[in-house]
C-alpha cells in the first residue's frame, strides 16, 4: 500500500498520545505501542508514505514523509514532529512541527503548523494556512526530550 514506518535510534523520549493527550517515555527502537493513558494504539515512529494512502485518519507521534509519487488522501492528517511532502497531501493537517512542501509537492486542504515552508514549484490547490507557535501544545514536550538528550 505503499506506507513505510521507521524508527529513529536515538535514546529514551517522551511522546503525547493523540487520541487522549497522556504523555509517556518510549524506547528508541519503538515503532507503537498502547497509550498507557488510555489503553488504545497510538503509532511512535516516523511514517514514510511512497504510493498512494486513501485512510480516514493518519495519526502518528512522529514525522509524516509523503515522497515523490506518494499520495496521502484522509479526513485527518496529525504529525507531531512534523510533515514533509513531496508528493501529493489531501486532507486536513495538524503538525507540531514544520510542515516542508517540496516543489514538485501538491497540497489540498487546510493546515496547522508551527512553521510552513513552501519550494517553488509547489503547488497548493486550496485550504487555509494556521501558522500558531505551538498548534499541538508541544513546546514543553520538546524542551523535555532536548534535555535528555544534552544531559549525561
Given at each position: 500500500?505503499g506506507l513505510m514506518l521507521m524508527a529513529k535510534a536515538t535514546g529514551p523520549h517522551l511522546v503525547e498520545c493523540y ?59 496529525e504529525a507531531h514532529k512534523g510533515i514533509e511532502c513531496n508528493g501529493a497531501l489531501h486532507g486536513e493537517a495538524l ?58
Amino acid at each position: 500500500m505503499g506506507l513505510m514506518l521507521m524508527a529513529k535510534a536515538t535514546g529514551p523520549h517522551l511522546v503525547e498520545c493523540y487520541l487522549c493527550g497522556h504523555r509517556f517515555e518510549v524506547g528508541a527502537r519503538t515503532m507503537s505501542t498502547n497509550c498507557p493513558g488510555c489503553n488504545k494504539p497510538v503509532i511512535v515512529e516516523d511514517v514514510v508514505v511512497k504510493g498512494y494512502k486513501p485512510v480516514k485518519r493518519l495519526q502518528t507521534c512522529g514525522r509524516l514523509v509523503i515522497q515523490r509519487g506518494g499520495r496521502v488522501v484522509a479526513e485527518r492528517i496529525e504529525a507531531h514532529k512534523g510533515i514533509e511532502c513531496n508528493g501529493a497531501l489531501h486532507g486536513e493537517a495538524l503538525s507540531g512541527g514544520p510542515v516542508l512542501l517540496g516543489a514538485k509537492a501538491e497540497w489540498k486542504g487546510d493546515c496547522r503548523a508551527p512553521v510552513l515552508r513552501i519550494k517553488k514549484g509547489a503547488v497548493i490547490l486550496a485550504g487555509r494556512f494556521c501558522v500558531p507557535e505551538d498548534p499541538l501544545q508541544l513546546s514543553d514536550l520538546h524542551e523535555q526530550n532536548a534535555r535528555r538528550l544534552t544531559e549525561p
